[in-house]
């Protein structure tokens, strides 16, 4: 279910609360900096209010957040959500949206410790996308698409977000254990991974999902 604009929006951990701000950018396309955050504990819940400043016009706002008092302790690198169930923040286009920039930036990004945190961040996208999706499910369910945005994306892009695409794209990427350990210890053992991979699939981008069954012209 999609959040309610006067309910604190309800997350996994500090992580969801970033992608959410992300996906909900400025009204003038700007990207939100956190400028400070409150946090209030209550009931085994963890409140979050963040102060946010607008990088582009400057425009404030506000964010609120809760969450489950566990998950705001720290876990693993970048986890998003221990959990298996659906984000009810982040809808499933917005996740496949995360991804595709988590991925699209690798070729952009120089270092071997910011490639591993990008492959990493869109490992756990796909994940995300992919809890949206029960057991008997090809496509994607109606539940997990809460806007008229995100079921024209949808639509548009039948054959991505395909549960067999989804799976696939994550069964390229390294596993998360991998990347984990890339994130913090074994970069060179992380970056010819990442460059054997790149070889393996040299005729393509093999990280492109967005354009799987899209025509030439596109
Ligand atoms: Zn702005």
């Known amino acids: 279910m999609p959040p309610s604009p006067e309910d604190p929006v309800c997350v996994h951990g500090v992580q969801e609360e970033y992608f959410y701000m992300m996906v909900h950018p400025c ?20 409140r979050h209010r963040v102060a ?20 705001a302790r720290e876990g693993p690198i970048r986890q998003v959500n221990p959990t298996g169930d659906p984000s009810a923040a982040i809808d499933l286009a917005e996740w496949m949206d995360l991804a595709r920039f988590y991925l699209g930036r690798i070729e952009h990004l120089t270092r071997p410790v910011e490639k591993a945190q990008s492959l990493l961040d ?21 539940s997990a698409l809460w806007s008229d945005a995100s079921r024209a994306k949808a639509a548009r892009q039948a054959e991505v977000f395909r549960r067999s695409t989804l799976r696939k794209m994550l069964d390229r990427i390294p596993p998360m254990e991998r990347l984990q350990q890339a994130d913090s210890l074994d970069q060179k053992a992380f ?7 790149a070889r393996r699939e040299a005729r393509r981008a093999w990280w492109q999902f967005w354009k799987i069954g899209r025509k030439p012209q596109d």
């Open 27 to 46: 009204a003038c396309g700007g990207a939100w900096r956190g400028d400070s955050q409150e946090v209030e504990e209550r009931g085994g819940r963890v």
């Open 52 to 71: 946010a400043r607008c990088s582009a016009c400057k425009a404030a706002r506000e964010f609120h957040f809760e969450m489950d008092a566990r998950y």
């Open 122 to 142: 869109a490992r756990h996208c796909l994940e995300e996308a992919l809890k949206f999706y029960a057991p008997g499910d090809e496509g994607p369910p109606p």
């Open 191 to 197: 970056d010819r991974q990442v460059r054997d991979l």
